[in-house]
């Protein structure tokens, strides 16, 4: 793909969910170095309570700038926090395709992630929408933009793993 | 409670692990240290600014709603309706011009005085409050209520002393350092969830000899390391602290050898996270722990409030409040968020933490029978100290606890 107002509904809703499987597939396979190449260089990923957002308070509980940031997370997650060993494993459904906000197409979707800790029955981790803006950088669907609003305010203790 | 758990012999120097998951020791905690003579954190003004805003939250396992009332004054109520005790309020946050009980309707002013209740005078002369119902002894329970520079603490206690007093004047200070009388701005909430003892939060800022070893994170990128700077204060009763640093070069030494934890090729590959502007005389970072439920940051430019709520032995909430100041610009603001990132559920630091308070509560839960070991430093306490390599502030706690708790 190179201009994405060119393409006909049906295209942009299936490169769409093809995004989306690709970028869960990542995550939960845990190919955490790949990640950072779904964004642009200039993005911004963002893990925010239903609370602020809702309240208009800008504070996020993970905030991503640009794609160092994101590489900043992996090098955390690989090398410098100290957490117990865990499965995250993402679902997403309901992708919608909102509209354009100037180029960049506007997605949204619902999802749910489960954790899994080794002496422990999975649990419902994590559930939210997706708000996205998505682009094409070098023939391939990228995000602009990535808000993760979750609803499940009280955080099981640590969010380590992206959504 | 029965008197079957006492102290180890050695003293301070012991930590019993039953402390951490005996039901009976929780029962008497929230007895007499939340519902005790304490000051609880429960809010920001900047959280109530209008008459008839109110936040709904936790002192111990009780909830209160902290509200502003028509006058401007700020009150704090018990959460239970005085009539069967319904938990009447369900917001973390709202505006209301009075509370009504959901389930039969007594309603009550933001100071929590019964206004009125249905039926009071019975149906076609039937049924109703006897005629002496008196609505005047019938409120909701009020707290004493202390507000320092938009700071509200909160207390159940009948006669307990100031505020200032209570914290006494170091920690007055260093609390009048953030909170000198600007007006605060709200940026946002963050809740997390841990598996661990209330007082293992409380340990863990009073542990400056953990912070070297456990955050890799802080330590390559120098922002906290033992051999740099430090200075301690506890309170004079043993139960508020503060560790201040402020930032230092970030080479191998021989004095941080025994640091394994320090990747000297760490880089950042996005430094704007990591851009701090120097705010407040001489420390770049102050963490400070207010008895029994605040934990107050300042690390950097990114302040906030961690309100530890109890949730059982094993389990605690821990709020944070991130704020600023009103004054602040666009690009402060912007500063705060992005270090924001070190703190919090998905906090570069505080991430440890969490796991590792997780860690102590399994390994300490199955083993009552065994103490752990407080000896860095000596055994005594001191009100002040000049380095990061001491127990001294969680065995000051734990001896102001000890006489609270008959233990």
């Known amino acids: ?163 | 409670m029965t008197a079957r758990r006492s102290w180890p012999r050695e003293g301070s120097t012991r930590l019993p692990y039953w402390v951490y998951s005996d039901p009976d020791i929780y029962a008497r905690e929230q007895e007499r240290i939340f519902c005790g003579s304490t000051w609880n954190y429960v809010a920001l003004e900047a959280e109530i600014p209008e008459a008839g805003d109110f936040k709904r939250t936790f002192i111990g396992d009780k909830s209160v709603v902290v509200t502003r009332d028509s006058e401007g004054c700020v009150n704090v109520v018990e959460n239970r309706c005085a009539h069967r005790g319904v938990q009447f309020c369900q917001q973390h946050l709202g505006h209301v011009r009075e509370f009504m009980c959901p389930y039969h309707q007594w309603t009550y002013d933001l100071s929590g005085k019964l206004l009125g209740v249905p039926f009071r005078r019975g149906i076609k002369a039937q049924g109703g409050m006897p005629s002496e119902f008196s609505l005047a002894e019938h409120g909701l329970r009020r707290l004493r209520v202390a507000c320092r520079n938009g700071v509200i603490f909160a207390s159940f206690a009948g006669d307990i002393e100031p505020l200032e007093q209570y914290l006494g004047c170091e920690i007055l200070q260093l609390f009048d350092r953030v909170f000198d009388g600007r007006q605060l701005k709200i940026l946002g909430y963050s809740r997390q969830l841990t598996p661990a003892n209330w007082k293992l939060v409380m340990e863990n800022i009073k542990d400056p000899y953990h912070a070297s070893l456990l955050h890799v994170f802080l330590l390559s990128f120098g922002l906290n390391r033992a051999d740099q700077p430090n200075r301690l204060v506890i309170d004079p009763s043993g139960r508020h602290a503060a560790g201040m640093t402020w930032r230092g070069e970030q080479k191998r030494t021989t004095d941080n050898a025994e640091m394994r934890s320090l990747l000297e090729d760490l880089k950042l590959n996005d430094p704007s996270m990591l851009d701090p502007v120097k705010e407040y005389e001489r420390y770049t970072i102050v963490l400070m722990t207010i008895w029994p439920n605040l934990v107050m940051q300042q690390q950097s430019n990114t302040l906030a409030m961690r309100q530890v709520i109890t949730k059982g032995p094993a389990a605690f909430e821990l709020a944070w409040t991130f704020f600023g100041y009103a004054t602040d610009d666009a690009a402060m603001t912007q500063r705060r968020l992005r270090q924001a990132n070190l703190m919090g559920p998905a906090g570069f630091v505080s991430i440890d933490d969490g796991e590792g308070l997780a860690f102590v509560q399994r390994g300490t839960s199955c083993a009552t029978e065994a103490d752990g070991v407080l000896e860095m430093d000596g055994c005594d306490w001191a009100q002040e100290t000049p380095h990061a390599v001491t127990e001294g502030e969680i065995r000051a706690m734990y001896e102001h606890y000890r006489k609270v708790m008959e233990l």
Not at chain 1, 15 to 37: I, K, S
Not at chain 1, 120 to 143: M, P, Q, S, W
Not at chain 1, 145 to 152: G, L
């Open chain 1, 1 to 163: 793909m190179t201009a994405l107002r060119q393409e006909s509904p049906a295209a942009l809703r299936a490169a769409a969910e093809a995004l989306y499987a690709e970028y869960l597939g990542c995550l939960n396979e845990e190919r955490f170095e790949e990640w950072p190449d779904f964004f642009v260089e200039r993005c911004l990923y963002k893990i925010v309570p239903r609370e602020n957002f809702d309240r208009g308070l800008p504070l996020a509980t993970w905030l991503c700038e640009s794609r160092g940031y994101l590489k900043d997370r992996v090098v955390s997650i690989r090398k410098t926090s100290v957490y117990a060993p865990r499965y995250i494993r993402r679902i997403v459904s309901g992708i919608r395709i909102c509209g354009w906000k100037g180029d960049l197409l506007e997605v949204r979707a619902d999802y749910a992630a489960f954790e899994t800790l080794l002496d422990d029955l999975t649990r419902v981790f994590n559930v939210g929408a997706y708000h996205d803006l998505i682009t094409v950088e070098d023939g391939r669907l990228k995000f602009q933009e990535k808000i993760c609003i979750f609803d499940s305010m009280l955080v099981p203790n640590s969010l380590i793993f992206p959504l």
